[in-house]
């Protein structure tokens, strides 16, 4: 039996390849590796992975359902971890068509592949705590309406879940999604605030603070994120013949954090203050992220295990080393 892992080459995505291999699964990993940001740190991601020899890799647009079809012939792939997705709020008030075409059809393709998939198990996949838009409420609860996205992003994952629904109601489709908050760790985005940070007092630039550094956020280390991945992609909910086997967790931290105490800690480890800009609020972003975790703890027994400090200390000791920083 294999697994397939989409986007395999991102941020979360090796993370969870490697978890797999590392615990002896055979993986075969696509990815189209596009340049949104520099397709050199996905490749020496997939330079890692390729050490593995029950890793295998083909580069795949979710596009091309036929490509995707092909890449896991004859692998006997029977579970699916599906993160490859077009990311970032901001991004998709300037590119929006990119988030339909990886992010919906892409999906969509998705669901089609294990429809179809002879022996199939389980499809689980990447929503986002975006979905939760303007909610105020804290803690942000699976229960909670999620109707009002803000950003073209918030509603392409809530459309995923949607569909994700869907299929799992009329083939009777183990499927689960997860709701990740602010994940960041090593072989992390340069897009995410915490590299941009880290790049920016690296070069004596200016570091922008948005909504003036009133920000909370949960964050969430990636190998906690990897865990609660694995924990429900190893427990298909069952099939009761009455609810559509399918499931949302909210895989968080379960502890919000003052964004100005995240930039004291980065500069800490950095070893060097730095210079703020403060902003007002981007469009699409939310003041506030607050996990609630009560559901994913109850049916797989998730519970993070790595705080901020310890999380932020390996995080640019990471950097450091990624960049020859001494």
Same mark, same amino acid.
């Not at 969509?108 to 294990?114: H, R, T, Y």
């Given at each position: *039996?294999?697994?397939?892992? #989409?986007?395999?080459?991102? !941020? $979360?995505?090796?993370? #969870?390849?490697?978890?797999?291999?590392?615990?002896?699964?055979?993986?075969?990993?696509?990815? $189209?590796?596009?340049?949104?940001?520099?397709?050199?740190?996905?490749?020496?991601?997939?330079?890692?992975?390729?050490?593995?020899?029950?890793?295998?890799?083909?580069?795949?647009?979710?596009?091309?359902?036929?490509?995707?079809?092909?890449?896991?012939?004859?692998?006997?792939?029977?579970?699916?971890? @599906?993160?490859?997705?077009?990311?970032?709020?901001?991004?998709? +008030?300037? =590119?929006?068509?990119?988030?339909?075409?990886?992010?919906?059809?892409? @999906?969509?393709?998705?669901?089609?592949?294990?429809?179809?998939?002879?022996?199939?198990?389980?499809?689980?996949?990447?929503?986002?705590?975006?979905?939760?838009?303007?909610?105020?409420?804290?803690?942000?609860?699976?229960?909670?309406?999620?109707?009002? %996205? +803000?950003?073209?992003?918030?509603?392409?994952?809530?459309?995923?879940?949607?569909?994700?629904?869907?299929?799992?109601?009329?083939?009777? *489709?183990?499927?689960?999604? !997860?709701?990740?908050? #602010?994940?960041?760790?090593?072989?992390?985005?340069?897009?995410?605030?915490?590299?941009?940070?880290?790049?920016?007092?690296?070069?004596?630039?200016?570091?922008?603070?948005?909504?003036?550094?009133? *920000?909370?956020?949960?964050?969430?280390?990636?190998?906690?994120?990897?865990?609660?991945?694995?924990?429900?992609?190893?427990? %298909? #909910?069952?099939?009761?013949?009455?609810?559509? %086997?399918?499931?949302?967790?909210? +895989?968080?931290? =379960?502890?919000?954090?003052?964004?100005?105490?995240?930039?004291?800690?980065?500069?800490?480890?950095?070893?060097?203050?730095?210079?703020?800009?403060?902003?007002? *609020?981007?469009?699409?972003?939310?003041?506030?992220?607050?996990?609630? +975790?009560?559901? $994913?703890?109850?049916? @797989?027994?998730?519970? %993070?295990?790595?705080?901020?400090?310890?999380?932020?200390?390996? !995080?640019?000791?990471?950097?450091?080393?990624?960049?020859?920083? =001494?």
């Amino acid at each position: *039996m294999s697994w397939l892992v #989409t986007g395999a080459a991102g !941020f $979360i995505g090796y993370h #969870t390849a490697k978890a797999l291999l590392e615990r002896g699964e055979q993986v075969v990993g696509v990815d $189209i590796l596009n340049d949104y940001y520099d397709p050199q740190l996905k490749l020496d991601r997939l330079e890692r992975l390729e050490e593995y020899p029950a890793f295998r890799f083909r580069k795949v647009d979710l596009v091309d359902l036929e490509g995707l079809q092909g890449a896991i012939e004859g692998r006997g792939v029977r579970k699916v971890v @599906h993160l490859a997705a077009q990311a970032g709020v901001r991004h998709s +008030i300037e =590119n929006p068509h990119a988030y339909a075409q990886s992010n919906l059809v892409g @999906h969509l393709n998705i669901l089609e592949l294990c429809r179809h998939l002879e022996g199939f198990e389980h499809l689980s996949y990447a929503s986002s705590s975006s979905v939760y838009g303007g909610n105020t409420k804290m803690p942000f609860s699976e229960a909670d309406p999620v109707d009002t %996205p +803000i950003s073209l992003y918030a509603a392409t994952k809530k459309a995923d879940e949607l569909m994700s629904q869907a299929y799992a109601h009329l083939y009777r *489709m183990p499927i689960t999604g !997860f709701r990740f908050f #602010t994940v960041y760790g090593p072989w992390g985005r340069p897009d995410m605030a915490m590299w941009l940070f880290a790049d920016a007092i690296c070069d004596g630039r200016p570091i922008k603070v948005f909504n003036h550094g009133n *920000m909370l956020r949960d964050f969430t280390f990636v190998d906690d994120i990897v865990a609660g991945v694995l924990a429900a992609s190893d427990s %298909p #909910t069952a099939d009761d013949g009455e609810n559509a %086997p399918h499931r949302v967790y909210n +895989i968080g931290n =379960n502890k919000p954090e003052k964004l100005m105490d995240m930039i004291g800690l980065v500069e800490k480890f950095m070893g060097k203050k730095a210079e703020l800009d403060m902003l007002p *609020m981007q469009p699409g972003d939310v003041p506030a992220t607050y996990a609630d +975790i009560s559901a $994913i703890n109850a049916d @797989h027994g998730f519970e %993070p295990t790595t705080s901020l400090e310890q999380g932020v200390e390996k !995080f640019i000791t990471w950097y450091k080393r990624y960049h020859g920083i =001494n």
